[in-house]
């Protein structure tokens, strides 16, 4: 069994859904494809959740209203005969009917209409070109506990069960949602289809685990802030993770994990360009130097100024229970004699937290941060990497670095402000002898 999932673009309009049809018949075995909604729909229904939280419900109206008609414009492009044509408006009507039913109060069950929309509309479309298919509920397997994690075990039984029934190589399922502990419509967060794609490849213990998206796989730097970018032929669970943590949008943050568990290889794909090559994601060595770089935004970072901390011990214990106090988890962590500062990326309780902490010493708070990722070699046995990294950035001021912390990366932290300055430096002063050979070539 393989299970490929299509990202939000690779379903973005009729055209690309064609795509993704022509991809999944190349298959000569079992597969479980996992979807996204049409790309900008999950965007629209939060923004639909968001009025009719604020109790705007004409705006409401409104944007529904065009998130309807703009799925009309699909249909049209996606179906050759009239009598699919009215199925799927039928469909749609429907799932519209319902939406227009929901209070702020169903905010999850809103933004599970993306993925239940876009799944039908597939299958649909694969009964058109009569290729069989059977439409497996994510809600029938996939479910996250008290705590928000997804809960493995169950997964694994009910999804085999579930398989074990199925007949047909072609299984489709949503990505992004689940059920909670109250057994009500939840998800795994923004960007979720990949994880539900590694934690379905992981119950089933696929053969391999595909996301087919908009780029021929991971690039060694943020091709969204930096020029030249290159697509990575292999890169190492661990690396990947960690980049997937750190800001690399092309994979959810915790999807790397099922994966690497269960020693599955994960193949990134680029559905508009499906002969090239991509990158797989396996247990592989570390690279000789630096393999790619990643940044996230919207950290916080606080620095705690105590001379009480000199030679004492249960310091620091002190200070990550108020952080456990107010489940806020610290990314990165530096000390010095006097001082420690850390960061987080949820500010959610950041007041609470500094008043707390604020009986162990001075307090700072430094907004608007971003921490910058080196997945590579950062062994003791390589020499030179370090230096070379902090030798780009000379010109940009760095409040943290993370070093040692595991072989496989360095982290730093810089104003957001900075952030695509350091990449584009970081690019130029690690990468230019692969640029220029790519260049020559
Ligand atoms: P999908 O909708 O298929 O899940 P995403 O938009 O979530 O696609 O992820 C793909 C995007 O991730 C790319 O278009 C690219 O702009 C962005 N991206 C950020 N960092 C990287 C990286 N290191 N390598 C490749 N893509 C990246
Ligand atoms: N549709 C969801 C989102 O936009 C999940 C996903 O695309 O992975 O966040
Ligand atoms: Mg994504």
Not at 41 to 46: F, G, K
Not at 172 to 187: A, M, P, V, W, Y
Not at 329 to 348: F, N, Q, Y
Not at 395 to 406: H, L, Q, T
């Amino acid at each position: 069994m393989l299970v490929l999932k299509f990202g939000g673009t690779s379903v973005g309009n009729a055209q690309n859904i064609k795509k993704v049809a022509q991809i999944i018949q190349t298959y000569r075995e079992p597969i479980l494809v996992v979807l996204s909604a049409v790309s900008g729909t999950t965007n629209t229904l939060t923004e639909f959740h968001n009025l009719l939280a604020k109790r705007k419900e004409d705006e409401a109206k409104t944007l529904i209203d065009s998130l309807e008609l703009s799925y009309h414009a699909l249909l049209d492009g996606l179906y050759a005969s009239e009598y699919y044509q009215l199925k799927a408006l039928t469909f749609i009507r429907k799932s519209f009917e319902k939406l227009r039913g929901f209070t702020a109060n169903n905010e999850h069950e809103i933004l599970a209409q993306g993925e239940l929309i876009s799944t039908n509309l597939f299958q649909l479309y694969l009964t058109e070109l009569q290729i069989d298919s059977t439409l497996l509920s994510a809600l029938d397997f996939m479910s996250i506990d008290a705590q928000g994690e997804p809960e493995t075990k169950k997964i694994k039984t009910k999804l085999s069960k579930s398989i074990a029934d199925i007949s047909q190589d072609i299984i489709i399922t949503q990505g992004f949602i689940c059920l909670n502990q109250e057994n009500k419509i939840d998800n795994l967060k923004r960007g979720g289809s990949d994880y539900s794609a590694s934690l379905i490849g992981a119950a089933l213990k696929a053969k391999e685990i595909q996301i087919w998206t908009d780029i021929d796989g991971m690039h060694n730097n943020d091709p969204r802030y930096v020029e030249n970018t290159f697509s990575i032929d292999e890169i190492s669970f661990d690396e990947a993770a960690e980049l997937a943590y750190f800001g690399a949008k092309i994979l959810h943050p915790q999807s790397v994990i099922p994966a690497k568990e269960n020693n599955i290889p994960v193949l990134l794909k680029n559905t508009f360009d499906p002969e090239s090559k991509g990158t797989i994601i396996k247990n592989c060595g570390a690279s000789n130097g630096i393999r790619a770089i990643a940044a996230k935004d919207g950290i916080v970072a606080m620095k705690i100024k105590s001379y009480r901390m000199l030679l004492a011990y249960g310091f620091l214990k002190k200070i990550f229970e108020v952080f456990e106090k107010y489940q806020t988890p610290i990314d990165m962590i530096t000390t010095s004699e006097v001082a420690v500062s850390l960061t987080i990326d949820t500010p959610t309780h950041i007041d609470k937290i500094v008043k707390e902490l604020q009986t162990f010493g001075k307090i700072e708070v430094d907004n608007d941060m971003s921490i910058v990722c080196l997945a590579g070699d950062f062994s003791q046995k390589s020499r030179g990497i370090s230096a070379s990294v902090l030798n780009c950035l000379k010109e940009i001021p760095i409040r943290m670095i993370s070093y040692g912390g595991s072989d496989f990366n360095m982290s730093l932290l810089i104003d957001t402000k900075n952030k695509a300055e350091a990449l584009n430096l970081l690019n130029k002063g690690l990468f230019q002898e692969i640029l220029t050979l790519q260049e020559t070539v």
